[in-house]
């Protein structure tokens, strides 16, 4: 009698292209990302959030407003735009994430990660001849972090939505991290908090992911109010 074989589930995503997606959801990759709470820092000082309940409605608010319908639905326009080699539009996805920052410090952010990224890309497929334009391309640009992401994800054979997945995931883990350091929550109310904004994610990247250019938006004027408020903030942790 032949031995059987273990087939993949019909659909599976190849494991290299699963674990591709686990490092970019990493807060061990090398970006830059735990320096920074995206207003979050600002919103303890100034809007008073001083409990778990607080930080998870002030997440999932974020998750919902300036994640799914901005980042996250640039990161979805641009890996369909890289994967067709479709530069005038990754261009144009890259200029709108810059003129969308509304305060300083959220635009160095994400020129500093962009850059980071690009490096990390760069780094890793030096021995990769069909992949070095494109990340040539990308550090000419030069990049922002949805779009350097939205790269590195479409380097992988994941499709679109379990990309946004893994993008927001990393969100949420560095900005539960970015709670318990900037006020007194411990480990387990963090990972309350996670769980929260985990369920609502894939609705989220669902969102993401339908958006067309004419829907995509930047609007959320109480966080850029704070943004520019941190920015002179006496004393804080994080640079943005």
Do not use: C
């Not at 997606?21 to 920074?36: H, K, M, N, R």
């Not at 207003?39 to 409605?57: C, Q």
């Not at 639905?73 to 200029?95: F, K, P, S, T």
Request: glycine share 4%; proline share 5%; aromatic share 6%.
């Amino acid at each position: 009698m032949r031995p059987r074989r273990h087939r993949a589930r019909p659909g599976a995503l190849p494991a290299a292209s699963l674990l591709q997606l686990i490092w970019l959801a990493s807060p061990a990759l090398p970006v830059g990302g735990f320096s920074y709470s995206e207003g979050l820092e600002g919103a303890v000082e100034n809007a008073r959030l001083s409990n778990e309940s607080d930080v998870a409605e002030w997440l999932l608010d974020q998750l919902h407003i300036t994640q799914a319908r901005s980042d996250m639905a640039v990161v979805a326009q641009a890996m369909r735009a890289w994967r067709r080699n479709d530069m005038e539009h990754v261009r144009a996805l890259n200029d709108w994430v810059l003129q969308t920052r509304e305060t300083s410090e959220l635009r160095l952010q994400t020129e500093q990660m962009g850059r980071s990224l690009a490096q990390w890309l760069h780094n890793q497929r030096q021995d990769d001849a069909g992949r070095i334009p494109a990340v040539q391309r990308l550090i000419a640009l030069p990049p922002t972090y949805p779009v350097a992401y939205a790269l590195a994800a479409a380097g992988t054979l994941a499709p679109v939505r379990d990309a946004l997945l893994a993008y927001a995931f990393g969100w949420a883990e560095n900005m539960v991290q970015a709670a318990l350091k900037a006020m007194p929550l411990g480990q387990s109310a963090g990972q309350r908090i996670l769980a929260r904004l985990a369920a609502a994610i894939p609705a989220a990247a669902e969102h993401a992911n339908a958006l067309m250019d004419s829907e995509r938006q930047s609007f959320s004027p109480m966080l850029a109010i704070l943004s520019a408020r941190h920015e002179t903030q006496y004393s804080r942790l994080f640079r943005s």
